[in-house]
C-alpha cells in the first residue's frame, strides 16, 4: 500500500454538524473577553479629536493655543503637522471611470462632512484630551454642501474633489440580449422609482485604536478593532514605509462590526503616526457620536427599475438605472464602486433573466463615506428585484410563490450564467421556496389571510428570495476592479511538545463564532479533540498574508485551509506514529488524539508521539522525524452559490401604522452546516438586522448636510418586542465545489429581510392598491402614503 496516502480518521460521528457551545463565551459573557479600550499600557498618551461642524466648507485657519496651554496637553497636530509623517493612500481600482480620493489622517484645506477629523489633541488622559479638543477654534469658510446625490451628479454642480473633476466617483453599465425590444414586445411592464435609505451599522463596541510604537526594535504595533487586520497592515506599510515585518496589527476581542470595521479608517492612520514620532503608546476610544457621525455608512440607493413579463408571467427583460450615494470619500480599500456597483452586478437575483441593461453612478455627497455593511448591495438589488417580481405577480393576478416557481433557476439549469456574468453554482433556489413555503404552511397562511381581510384586518404575507456568492476566490475581487487579493486565506497548524495543537489564522473574528467553528473543522479533520484544539486569529503575524473576516468568507477560506493543514498534519502524524507502532501509514487511524494502529491494535496518544519527535530523539531514524506543524493555503477561486427564501406575515396597526412581524422563517442552502446552533444565530442576527433596515433604521441629513440621526434617541434599531420568532431551515442541495463543503451564511438573513417585508407590506395593502417602493416603512412614511393615496381617491 502507498503509506504516503492520507490516514483514515477513525468511524465515528464527526464535531461538524454538531451544535457546540461557543468556546468563546465563557470569557465574553463573565467579563474576562478583552477589548482594545480594556489595553493599559505604560506611558500612553489618548488622543481626542476636533471634528468639523461643517458639511463643506475651506479650513481659514486654527486656533489652539488655548487647548495647547491646559495642563496635561502633550501636543496637537494638524494636516499640515502630520504630513511628514504619511503618505496618502488611495483605493484603487481598474475600472474604468472611477476617480479615487486621496485618505490622509486629518482634513487638509477643507473639509468634506460633518463629523470629519481636522485636528488631533494628545493629552495624558482621554478627559483632558476631550476637555481641550473643545478649546480649539476652527475658522471655515462656508461652501455650498453637496446633499442630494442627483443634483450633485448634474454639469456644473459644486465639486467635492476638485481634483477628480467631477462627483460621480464611479459609474458602470452591463448589458445582455435585446432589452429595449423585450420591453417594447412584453405585454406586462411593472416599474417605479425605488429608495432604499442610509443605514449604521452600530455595532455594540465603537472603534478603538492603541498603537505602541518601539523605538529600540522599530516596530510598531497597532491594537485595533478591526475585522481587517491584514488590510489595515499592508496599508499602514505604505503610508509610514515601513517594512512590513516591523508592522503588526491585533484585533483583540471585537464587539461587532457588520461590516463597518474592516476598512481603514484615519483615526488608526492618527494613533499609528504620533506612537511613531512621539515613541509612546497613543490610544483612541471613540464615543456614540463619533461613532454615528464618522463611522462608514451603507446602502442609500435610488433605483429606476422595470421588469417585462409575458402573460404566463416568465420574466422577458429587466433593466435599471441606479444613482448610489457614496458619501465624501472612496473608501479604502473597498472603494466607492464597493455598495452600488454590486447593486447592479446583483439585480437579476436567482432568477432567469433573458435581456437585462443596468447602470450605476456613485456621487460623492457632504455625508460619512459608504462603505461595507451586512450584504452590500444586495440587500437593495434584493429588495428591488422582489418587489418587481411581486408587482408583475399583482398585475396578472398570480399568486408570489407561483411567480416564483415559473421564474426561479431550477436545478437542471445549473451553473447559471447571470447577465452581469455571475455564475450560480448547483444551489437551493426552487428548493428553498418550497421548503419556506411548507415551514410556514403557505396556504393555509392564505386562508388566515382572507379571512382577516374581512375583518378589515391589514394582514400580509411577504416572500423574499435572493442568492449571493461567499467565499469569493482570487478570480474575483470582494469589490469590484480593487487590486487586492481578498481570495485566498492560510492556515498554519502547530503540535508543541507538550502535545498541545495550535491552528493559527488570518481572518479576525468579530462575533461569529469562529475559534468554535474552525475548531470543529481542524478536531474532525485531524482526528484530535476538540478541547485540544486552540485557535489563534486576529493577528497579521500568525501567517504570512491575509486580509480578515468580511464578504460571507471565513468559513469558505478559512475552513478550507484549516481543513488542507490538517489533513498534511494528520499525515506526519500516521508516519511517525506507523514507525513507532510497527505499521504502515495507511493501517493508521486517529481520533479523539488517539492513533491506532488498525492492524495490531497498538495506541499512542498525540502527547506521547509528540514528546518522542520533540524530546526522546533516539527513538526516531533520522528519516522517520517530522516536523508536527504544516501549513497551507486556499483558494476556491470563484466562491460558490449561497441562497435562501424568507417568508414574513405583518399586520399594520390602523390607527397607529406601526407594523408587526407576527412571523418568520427563513429557508437557507449554506452548504455543510458546521455548527447548526451558530449558523441559527447568524440567521436571525441577520433578519433581525433586516427588519430595521425594512421598517426602523435611518440615517438622515438635512438640506445642510447636518445628520440628524446622531444620537440612538433619533436613530432608532429594533429591540426584543421588534423580534419575532424566527425558524430557520437548512437546504442542503449538491455540495459545492469548496473544500469542506461549505458556504456563506453571514450575511443572508440582512440580504432577505427587508425584501420580504416589503412585499408583506404591500401584501397587506394589495386591496388599496398600494406598493412599497421605499424602506424603511416608518409609521410616519406609512401613514403619508396611505393619506396621499385616499386624497388621490377622494379626487
Known amino acids: 500500500m502507498d503509506g504516503s496516502r492520507t490516514p483514515p480518521v477513525a468511524s465515528k460521528p464527526g464535531l461538524v454538524g454538531q451544535s457546540i457551545k461557543r468556546s468563546e463565551d465563557p470569557r465574553l459573557l463573565t467579563g474576562n473577553g478583552r477589548y482594545v479600550d480594556d489595553l493599559q499600557l505604560r506611558n500612553m498618551l489618548h488622543v481626542a479629536f476636533r471634528r468639523s461642524d461643517q458639511a463643506h466648507a475651506l479650513i481659514k485657519g486654527i486656533d489652539a493655543s488655548g487647548a495647547l496651554a491646559m495642563p496635561g496637553v502633550v501636543g496637537i ?64 469658510e462656508s461652501l455650498q454642501p453637496l446633499v442630494d446625490p442627483e443634483a450633485a451628479a448634474e454639469p456644473g454642480a459644486p465639486l467635492l474633489h476638485e481634483e477628480a473633476g467631477t462627483n460621480i466617483l464611479v459609474q458602470r453599465e452591463f448589458r445582455r440580449g435585446e432589452v429595449d425590444a423585450a420591453f417594447d414586445a412584453a405585454p406586462v411592464r411593472v416599474g417605479s422609482r425605488f429608495r432604499f435609505r442610509r443605514k449604521t451599522a452600530l455595532a455594540m463596541e465603537n472603534r478603538a485604536y ?23 497592515r499592508d496599508a499602514l506599510v505604505e503610508i ?51 461613532d454615528l457621525t464618522s463611522t462608514s455608512q451603507g446602502f442609500d440607493e435610488t433605483v429606476y ?53 443596468g447602470k450605476v453612478r456613485g456621487v460623492a455627497t457632504c455625508k460619512a463615506p459608504l462603505g461595507p455593511f451586512r450584504g452590500v448591495g ?26 416564483r416557481e415559473r421564474n426561479l433557476v431550477r436545478p437542471e439549469e445549473f451553473p447559471y450564467k447571470t447577465p452581469p456574468g455571475i455564475v450560480w453554482d448547483r444551489s437551493g433556489f426552487q428548493e428553498g421556496l418550497q421548503q419556506a413555503c411548507e415551514m410556514i404552511d403557505y396556504d393555509a397562511l392564505r386562508r388566515m389571510q382572507q379571512d382577516a381581510r374581512k ?50 489564522f488570518g481572518i479576525a473574528s468579530h462575533g461569529q463564532g469562529l475559534e468554535t467553528s474552525l475548531a470543529q473543522v481542524v478536531a474532525d479533520e485531524l482526528g484530535a479533540r476538540f478541547e485540544d484544539i486552540r485557535v489563534v486569529q486576529g493577528d497579521s503575524a500568525v501567517v504570512s498574508h491575509s486580509t480578515g473576516t468580511y464578504a460571507s468568507r471565513s468559513a469558505v477560506l478559512a475552513g ?7 489533513r498534511g498534519l494528520r499525515g506526519r502524524l500516521a508516519r511517525v506514529a506507523a514507525h513507532l507502532l510497527g505499521s504502515d501509514a495507511s493501517h493508521i487511524a486517529i481520533a479523539d488524539s488517539v492513533i491506532t494502529a488498525l492492524d495490531s491494535g497498538k495506541t499512542i496518544t498525540i502527547p506521547e508521539l509528540a514528546d518522542i519527535v520533540y524530546s526522546q530523539m533516539g527513538k526516531l531514524p533520522k528519516d522517520a522525524i517530522e516536523l508536527l506543524e504544516e501549513t497551507q493555503s486556499y483558494d476556491p477561486v470563484w466562491g460558490t452559490t449561497s441562497s435562501s427564501t424568507h417568508i414574513a406575515v405583518v399586520e399594520i396597526d390602523p390607527e397607529t401604522y406601526m407594523v408587526k412581524v407576527k412571523q418568520y422563517v427563513v429557508a437557507d442552502d449554506c452548504g455543510r452546516v458546521i455548527n447548526p446552533l451558530i449558523v441559527t444565530g447568524q440567521a436571525h442576527g441577520g433578519v433581525v438586522q433586516g427588519i430595521g433596515a425594512a421598517l426602523l433604521e435611518e440615517v438622515v441629513y438635512d ?32 455540495a459545492p465545489a469548496t473544500v469542506g463543503g461549505f458556504r456563506g451564511v453571514g450575511e443572508g438573513g440582512t440580504i432577505g429581510a427587508p425584501a420580504a417585508i416589503a412585499n408583506a407590506v404591500s401584501d397587506a395593502l394589495l386591496p388599496l392598491g398600494i406598493e412599497i417602493n421605499e424602506l424603511p416603512v416608518t409609521p410616519e412614511r406609512l401613514f403619508r402614503l396611505l393619506e396621499n393615496h385616499r386624497a388621490s381617491a377622494g379626487g
Open 77 to 140: 497636530f494638524t494636516a499640515d503637522d502630520m504630513e511628514h509623517m504619511v503618505k496618502p493612500v488611495f483605493a484603487t481600482s481598474r475600472m474604468p471611470d472611477y476617480h479615487p480620493t486621496a485618505i490622509w489622517p486629518l482634513a487638509r484645506g477643507k473639509v468634506r462632512f460633518v463629523g470629519e477629523a481636522v485636528v488631533a489633541v494628545l493629552a495624558e488622559s482621554r478627559y483632558l484630551a476631550e476637555d481641550a479638543a473643545e478649546q480649539v477654534f476652527i475658522d471655515f
Open 210 to 232: 492603541l498603537a505602541d510604537y518601539d523605538q529600540g526594535r522599530r516596530e510598531l504595533t497597532l491594537h485595533s478593532s478591526t475585522g481587517a487586520p491584514g488590510i489595515v
Open 455 to 504: 375583518q378589515g384586518r391589514w394582514v400580509g404575507i411577504g416572500i423574499g428570495s435572493y442568492a449571493e456568492l461567499s467565499g469569493i476566490g482570487s478570480r474575483i475581487s470582494a469589490s469590484p476592479g480593487m487590486p487586492i487579493n481578498t481570495g485566498t486565506e492560510i492556515s498554519t497548524i502547530r503540535i508543541d511538545p507538550s502535545g498541545a495543537i495550535t491552528a493559527y
Open 560 to 566: 478550507g485551509a484549516g481543513t488542507l493543514a490538517a
Open 703 to 734: 438640506e445642510g448636510g447636518q445628520i440628524l440621526t446622531a444620537s440612538l434617541v433619533d436613530y432608532v434599531v429594533p429591540s426584543a418586542p421588534e423580534a419575532p420568532d424566527i425558524r430557520v431551515s437548512h437546504v442542503q442541495c449538491g
Open 378 to 403: 444586495r440587500p437593495t438589488s434584493t429588495f428591488v428585484m422582489e418587489r418587481l417580481v411581486d408587482m408583475a405577480a399583482h398585475r396578472l393576478g398570480i399568486d408570489a410563490r407561483t411567480m
Open 305 to 357: 427599475a422595470e421588469l417585462a413579463v409575458d402573460e404566463a408571467g416568465s420574466i422577458l427583460a429587466l433593466r435599471a438605472d441606479v444613482v448610489g450615494d457614496v458619501g465624501a470619500y472612496s473608501i479604502y480599500p473597498w472603494t466607492a464602486g464597493l455598495e452600488p456597483v454590486q447593486v447592479i452586478s446583483f439585480m437579476s437575483g436567482p432568477y432567469r433573466v433573458p435581456a437585462y441593461h
Open 240 to 290: 509610514l514605509g515601513m517594512p512590513g515585518s516591523r508592522v503588526r496589527v491585533v484585533a483583540p476581542d471585537v464587539g461587532g462590526s457588520f461590516g463597518s470595521k474592516v476598512s481603514l479608517y484615519p483615526e488608526e492612520i492618527v494613533v499609528s503616526a504620533l506612537s511613531r514620532h512621539l515613541c509612546r503608546p497613543v490610544k483612541w476610544t471613540g464615543d456614540r457620536l463619533e
